[in-house]
């Protein structure tokens, strides 16, 4: 017999050892300790007992939910959850353990908890703002869906009526193999000049909240003349992830262009200098992500040497009628 409760204080070594048996290898921060999977899940001004959701047989932790809330507003006060929309931020179940109705029970209990919260629009997997929990441990570079392999997770939220909204395409360039070369480069070298910040201060609470433990550098593409920002991104270490292969990985985020500036080399130009700098740290990966409609995000990340690696799915509960 399943019995279902909330989190205790005592369950994350039992959540952690269960995370480790059951979340793919790909994609993910895998093993972890019980002391990094309490610090970076449940060490949260926001993380409430009462949604993360554990199944117990026996006495032995067989499977756990887990649902929460995003932000009001991630930029600047107030430090308030937008409890109108909520996600089910993750599942994980023993492996081996193929039960329908565990899994089904799972989600609905999920779903229950975000109802009596107020959410009126639920999702499955997460997508910033909506990343309450998990960025930095599953999906890679960034949080925006569940992964195909995960197969308990994505059948239990089809089967509860959810239905996918957007996919996310994940790339990673092997810095191992030749470098790609810029026709641009020499010319916008000469006009420019790369500023990097390391440990970047994170830009509002949200993010903070995210980035938790992990040390963000940001790069900033400067014209030589006036130091306008012509195109900026940040990189995390994502060493966690290389747990299960041994390679050295850097997450890359929030890579954006000045719109006066955008289709004249320049972001291809700073995230050939982010790969430069990281091969000559002795990183063996570049990791980030776009959505899978975004063509010309796809073609430029291509042509410098990304390939495409993996998907993930995000999913949306119909509103109720």
């Known amino acids: 017999m399943t019995h279902f409760r ?7 070594p039992a959540l952690a050892a269960l995370w480790n048996r059951g979340v793919p290898e790909f994609a993910t921060a895998c093993p972890l300790s019980a002391h990094e999977f309490d610090g970076q899940v449940m060490n949260r001004p926001h993380f409430e007992a009462q949604g993360l959701i554990v199944a117990e047989r026996g006495g ?7 649902a929460g809330f995003g932000p009001e507003e991630p930029i600047g006060p107030p430090h308030r959850l937008n409890r109108s929309m909520g996600t089910v931020a993750m599942l994980v179940v023993e492996p081996g353990l193929d039960d329908a109705e565990l899994e089904q029970n799972l989600i609905d209990e999920a779903v229950r908890y975000l109802r009596r919260r107020g959410a009126e629009v639920i999702y499955a997997g997460g997508q910033y703002p909506l990343n309450p929990f998990y960025w930095g441990l599953y999906g890679g570079s960034e949080w925006a869906g569940i992964l195909p392999s995960q197969m308990a997770f994505n059948r239990a939220v089809r089967r509860a009526g959810f239905e996918p909204v957007s996919e996310t395409v994940l790339m990673e360039a092997d810095l191992t193999g030749p470098e790609s070369r ?9 006009a420019t000049r790369v500023e990097i910040e390391d440990d970047e201060l994170p830009r509002n609470w949200w993010e903070a909240y995210a980035f938790g433990d992990f040390r963000p550098t940001c790069f900033r593409l400067l014209a030589k003349t006036d130091d306008y920002e012509l195109a900026r991104a940040t990189t995390w270490d994502m060493n966690w992830f290389g747990r299960f292969d041994g390679r050295s990985r850097l997450g890359l985020i929030e890579m954006e262009v000045a719109s006066t500036h955008r289709r004249k080399g320049f972001g291809r130009h700073l995230v050939g200098e982010i790969l430069r700098q990281a091969r000559a740290d002795m990183t063996s990966a570049v990791v980030l992500q776009t959505r899978s409609t975004n063509v010309p995000a796809l073609q430029l990340y291509e042509s410098l040497g990304f390939q495409r690696v993996g998907t993930t799915v995000l999913y949306r509960l119909p509103a109720q009628s």
């Open 6 to 12: 909330p989190f205790r204080n005592g369950d994350p």
């Open 182 to 190: 810029d026709p641009r480069g020499f010319l916008i070298r000469r």
């Open 60 to 66: 032995r932790v067989v499977a756990f939910v887990h």
